[in-house]
């Protein structure tokens, strides 16, 4: 199992839903947290009580990873506040009829129904700080 105390994660999508309970586990287990979703009221609030509740350190980005050029931007604020990433929980969503981030995820329309792709370019930013 892998030690996820006093590690900083990067949960994404953690407003609402898996995103927030991944938000939940990790800091019951010592992470320390980069929340980042769309709705900063929603998730300031998570982090305020994670916080507390867990001792541990949170800091909240706002960024809509629907966006072209937002992962890219939310790993330079990443790096701008000296937050090196050790866990992420790539959780934002997306929606059947748009492509999600700057080319996180396609979806293509096949005769057998749809395909997910995915393309690591984004991700690649995020995981190359990883330490094990």
Not at 37 to 63: D, M, N, P, W, Y
């Amino acid at each position: 199992m892998i030690q996820v105390q006093n590690k900083w994660a990067l949960v994404t999508g953690a407003s609402s839903g898996i995103g927030e309970a991944f938000a939940h586990e990790l800091a019951a287990k010592g992470s320390h947290l980069i929340l980042t979703a769309r709705s900063e009221s929603k998730f300031v609030a998570l982090a305020e009580k994670l916080s507390k509740k867990h001792g541990i350190q949170t800091e909240v980005i706002v960024s809509d990873l629907s966006k072209e050029g937002s992962p890219v931007k939310l790993y330079q604020e990443c790096l701008k506040r000296g937050l090196s990433i050790d866990i992420l929980i790539n959780n934002a969503g997306f929606k059947i009829k748009c492509v999600f981030g700057y080319y996180f995820f396609k979806v293509k329309r096949r005769p057998s129904g749809c395909s997910l792709i995915f393309n690591n370019k984004e991700a690649g930013l995020y995981s190359h700080s990883v330490s094990y």
